[in-house]
């Protein structure tokens, strides 16, 4: 099992990409703290996990907030004594609307969960893992942060900067065994995007239209890509930006 005795805390896990990640990574051998708002969901994941056999605590965090934020990172180091793998998933897509019909309100959000979120896990991720031997951690961007997204200027402007961070943490702890990547998904087949679509039913077409298999992703896809860089198999690959769109890029 790749991932055996490894400790990985995964934020926004109740759902999605996250969930995805976290029952992959437990069948792989990890020991897993789950973390979202959404404490039904997240108690649901670590369900999963369990019953399959897995290792898994779940706790209510919201990435906002700075004693959440201690309190995840301290409940790793309670529980399994380390953290090997961070994997900083929690997002929201904001709303489908021109830039300067955003409200400040909607800005706020999507910056401080995408972008204050990250930064806030990092800061006391990076001090457990220097604490043991180091460590992986995965910050999940979007296309939207290496394109542009017309109609969601904030949300692709917040994944802009995860990218960002992720490079520049990566500088910063190269040599000290921490690597800092990103994954940046195309459309995938998530309540985020489902509550897009809801939202503006003529984004159907384009998000179905917009790789060039005509198809999204799955999560189980995205998943395997985390776990690519999670594990000692990606140990050259550091500060990378790791596209996974079905080609919608490149075209
Ligand atoms: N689905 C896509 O097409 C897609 C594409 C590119 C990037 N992403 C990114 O992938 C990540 C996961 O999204 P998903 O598609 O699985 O969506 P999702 O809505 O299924 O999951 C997001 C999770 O984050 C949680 N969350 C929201 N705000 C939070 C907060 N303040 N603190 C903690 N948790 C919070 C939610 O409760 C939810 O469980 C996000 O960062 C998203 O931006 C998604």
């Known amino acids: 099992m790749a991932l055996l005795n490894k400790v990985a805390i995964i934020t926004g896990a109740a759902s999605g990409i996250g969930r995805a990640t976290a029952l992959q990574m437990a069948s792989l051998g990890a020991k897993i703290v789950a973390t979202d708002v959404n404490m039904s969901g997240v108690e649901e994941t670590v369900s999963l996990i369990l019953a399959r056999g897995g290792e898994g605590v779940f706790t209510r965090c919201d990435v906002r907030d700075t004693n959440d934020v201690e309190a995840m990172v301290n409940l790793a180091l309670s529980a399994y004594g ?105 459309f995938t087949e998530t309540p985020m995007v489902t509550n897009l679509v809801d939202e503006a039913p003529r984004m159907g077409d384009f998000v179905m239209n917009s790789s060039p298999m005509k198809r999204l992703g799955s999560v189980e896809e995205i998943a395997n890509a985390i776990i690519y860089l999670a594990d000692d198999g990606s140990s050259f690959v550091n500060g990378h930006a790791l596209v996974l769109d079905g080609g919608a890029s490149i075209q």
């Open 82 to 186: 380390k953290l090997d793998i961070a994997v900083n998933n929690a997002g929201v897509g904001g709303t489908m609307q021109n830039a300067p019909d955003v409200d400040e309100s909607t800005w706020d959000l999507v910056m401080d969960v995408n972008v204050k979120g990250v930064w806030l896990c990092m800061k006391y991720e990076i001090p457990a893992m220097l604490a043991g031997v180091g460590g992986s951690i995965i910050n999940i961007a979007s296309l939207a942060g290496v394109l542009g997204f017309r109609m969601n200027a904030p949300y692709a402007a917040s994944k802009h900067a995860v990218i960002g961070l992720t490079k520049s943490v990566a500088l910063e702890y190269a040599r000290k065994n921490i690597r800092v990547n990103a994954v940046c998904p195309g």
